[in-house]
């Protein structure tokens, strides 16, 4: 499962690594959604899959999962969705003022 | 346990919740904002007395103790650049007070400017690198609304990068605790610095600093510069100043705090990395602030330049070095800021940054002038202001230690940062006036007073070099000595 | 374009109702099972979100007529006060106690002080979320 986990992940990075170079920009802000869930993909599994009960109280085993890393991603997930918002409605804007959404014509000021 | 400790979050955070109800009053926000930071720097001078007496304070919130809970820690390194935020970001206010104008004031600038205090002061506390990720976010989220507010077209340009690379490097970073947890099981600086002690750092766990080194690199403006330029020379003046003396400085923050604390066993791999990039960043720096002839484009590759004299204090890793590290980081907020306030004063009165448009400031604005060169001087590091003792402590460990093409980089560098600062005084300044009275923007009024502020704290610097150096010595001990940290952080571990 | 959403708007005015109810179910759940205050306050904003979807925004602003920005910073506040109150008494910022209190006819419940505290974080995550819809499909 792991493994699995691990081939996924990259594919999302791979994926979102494409979708950010690309010139379009609503591509740009996908792009960066993918990543962000190949990077808590990868998180999760390095913290380690299902090794247990969920740890909360009344349950009882032996082994119970670490619940941090699921606290980690959480919070991530959170941050991540802000962030994305953000940048949506900041491209969003950014088309309607300057007129493109090609990055290619959004170098650097003329006079320089 | 220490309940101050927490104070300074949670006063920027409840003041910036609370304007979020008077948005419309503007009066009422600049009182508050006023007061936040006054208090802040209260709080701040307070806890570094305790820590001065009583050695590092810690918080375990919520009662939970670490390595499980969230503890927060302030040690002298995080409080005196916490109290160099504070002194800059209340100038940074005052000066925005009369230039940044009511279009902007009235969405929501200060609640976000407290939200970005929020996550800087967090930074710099945090006892883990999960809550580190956290407050570098709400710092960066701040940072982008305080960008792009306004909405002009360059603004939203250049936030644009600002932002993508930002998110992006914000991924790495949650990558690089992902292998972090996995390898050691812990993310608590104290706790995981034990624990990669007891085992050795061995090559898996030097790449993952590498890795982390990376993402602070691209925060803190290390060699990954590229966005650093555009981004600072968009917002209004007052708003760049802050960026300029804070943003990068919790990137170096991070470096330093992980780079002595955890990843200190391999200084020949590490550590000569650091030099190296130190090096590049000054030079590219450097041909940057020679080469424009624009006054924000000297300034901000003056920010790139200043980040790399630093880490020069890391790369050679003893305590006088860090020491001298800790004080040109907090010489540099105050200067940079200093000359970022000044620089918009030029831009203000004349109208265009271009430093072939400008001339002959001097014959009506005297102190502007002469502030500027007061700010030049120190920055270039000329005794007795406040560049010279950390320029020197560096200098010294560096050739102390052997890392001559550093020290020669470093030398050459800080010239070149003379002739660029120089450049612009010389051109702005001297010569023939241009500019009589009635054709200048803007008034003055009100807006050399908090640059007269950071003048005398650059004088104070300098001149009162022998008081701060207690604290510089104090702060540069807990990042020698491991130890004292962890000590402090998990006092029951044997 | 005039469209015909009759069944969308019936559904929706019962339907949110139901997901209100389960939003408290998890809030109040929270405490010791799955649940809370972050999952109860994106259960309320999807529930709102339904109605502005099923019905414009004029007729929901005239039902609901709150300003969520202003939520935003009542949830945030809240939540911050109760680690205050902590602080105040002298424990570690955001600590947190419990009491069991007996009711009359309700009998013997558990009163917990993370009960506000959650409450505030459900306040922040209904006006966050609702803010940044909003705000995009303000002016599409």
């Known amino acids: 499962m792991e493994i699995l986990m691990s081939v996924l992940a990259g594919v999302l990075f791979m994926a979102g690594t494409y979708l950010v170079l690309a010139k379009s920009l609503i591509r740009i802000v996908l792009g960066t959604a993918v990543l962000g869930h190949g990077a808590l993909l990868l998180l999760l599994t390095m913290g380690g899959l299902k090794t247990g009960a969920p740890p909360i109280l009344g349950i009882e085993s032996t082994a119970y999962t670490d619940p941090l890393p699921q606290a980690l991603i959480l919070t991530a997930i959170v941050i991540n969705f802000g962030v994305l918002g953000f940048f949506l409605v900041l491209a969003y804007r950014s088309y309607q003022e300057l007129g493109t959404d090609d990055m290619e014509q959004l170098r650097g000021t003329e006079d320089e | ?494 | 374009m005039k469209t015909n959403d009759v069944i969308l708007q019936t559904i929706a005015s019962v339907a949110a109702f139901i997901i209100l109810a389960f939003a408290a179910y998890l809030f109040f759940a929270g405490h010791h099972e799955p649940g809370g205050g972050f999952i109860g306050g994106l259960v309320i904003a999807s529930a709102l979100v339904l109605l502005y979807i099923a019905f414009d925004m004029e007729t929901v602003e005239k039902g609901i007529p709150v300003d969520y920005k202003i939520l935003t910073g009542i949830g945030i506040g809240l939540s911050l006060l109760t680690g205050v109150g902590a602080m105040v008494l002298g424990y570690p910022f955001l600590s947190h106690t419990y009491e069991y209190v007996d009711f009359p006819f309700f009998g013997e419940i558990e009163l917990a002080t993370s009960l506000l505290f959650e409450a505030g974080v459900s306040l922040a995550v209904v006006g966050a979320i609702l803010t940044i819809i909003l705000s995009i499909s303000e002016d599409v």
């Open chain 2, 1 to 494: 346990m220490n309940n101050l400790v927490i104070l300074p979050i949670v006063i920027p955070l409840l003041a910036g919740v609370a304007l979020i109800f008077f948005r419309k009053q503007i009066r009422v926000q600049r009182y508050v904002t006023t007061l936040s930071l006054l208090l802040l720097a209260v709080v701040t001078m307070v806890l570094i007395q305790q820590v001065s007496d009583a050695g590092t304070q810690t918080l375990n919130l919520g009662g939970w103790d670490p390595p499980f809970g969230i503890v927060l820690v302030a040690d002298m390194f995080a409080l005196l650049l916490m109290l160099a935020t504070v002194i800059v970001a209340f100038c940074c206010v005052l000066y925005g007070f009369r230039t940044i104008g009511e279009a902007r004031e009235k969405h929501y600038l200060y609640p976000f400017i407290h939200f970005l205090l929020v996550g800087v002061m967090g930074s710099f506390l945090t006892g883990d690198l999960f809550n580190l990720f956290v407050f570098f976010e709400v710092m960066l989220l701040a940072s982008y609304i305080l960008v792009s507010l306004g909405g002009t077209k360059d603004q939203l340009r250049e936030s644009l990068k600002y932002v993508l690379i930002n998110i992006v490097s914000s991924m790495f970073f949650l990558v690089a605790i992902g292998y972090l947890y996995a390898i050691t099981g812990t993310l608590n600086f104290a706790d995981l610095s034990m624990r990669i002690a007891e085992t050795g750092q061995d090559g898996l766990i030097t790449t993952v600093a590498i890795f982390l080194l990376l993402v602070f690199a691209i925060k803190a403006a290390l060699l990954m510069y590229f966005w650093l330029p555009g981004a600072y020379v968009v917002p209004p003046m007052a708003i760049s100043a802050m960026f300029a003396a804070l943003l990068t400085k919790v990137g170096i923050y991070a470096i330093f705090r992980t780079f002595t604390l955890i990843f200190y066993h391999e200084p020949a791999v590490t550590h000569q990395l650091i030099a190296w990039l130190g090096i590049l960043t000054m030079i590219f720096g450097a041909i940057g602030a020679v080469a424009y002839w624009d006054v924000r484009k000297i300034l901000a590759y003056n920010v790139v330049i200043a980040v790399g004299f630093i880490f020069a204090g890391l790369a050679v890793f003893t305590e006088v070095a860090l020491a001298g590290s800790i004080y040109y980081l907090m010489h540099d907020m105050v200067v940079k800021a200093l000359l970022f306030l000044l620089g918009g004063v030029m831009i203000g009165l004349t109208g265009t940054d271009q430093l072939r448009k400008m001339s002959g400031m001097i014959r009506n604005h005297a102190a502007l002038g002469w502030m500027f060169f007061l700010a030049a001087l120190a920055l270039a590091g000329i005794p007795p202001l406040s560049g010279f003792i950390g320029k020197l402590l560096i200098l010294q460990g560096a050739i102390g230690e052997g890392f001559y093409i550093l020290a020669a980089v470093g030398l050459v560098t800080s010239l070149m940062v003379l002739y660029s600062v120089m450049k612009i005084f010389m051109n702005g300044f001297w010569g023939e006036n241009q500019l009589s009275v009635e054709d200048e923007r803007m008034s003055t009024r009100g807006l050399l007073f908090p640059c007269a502020i950071l003048a005398t704290i650059t004088v104070g610097l300098g001149l009162g070099v022998e008081w701060v150096n207690v604290y510089a010595l104090q702060a540069a001990e807990v990042l020698n000595n491991p130890q004292l940290y962890i000590e402090a952080v998990l006092p029951n571990a044997d």
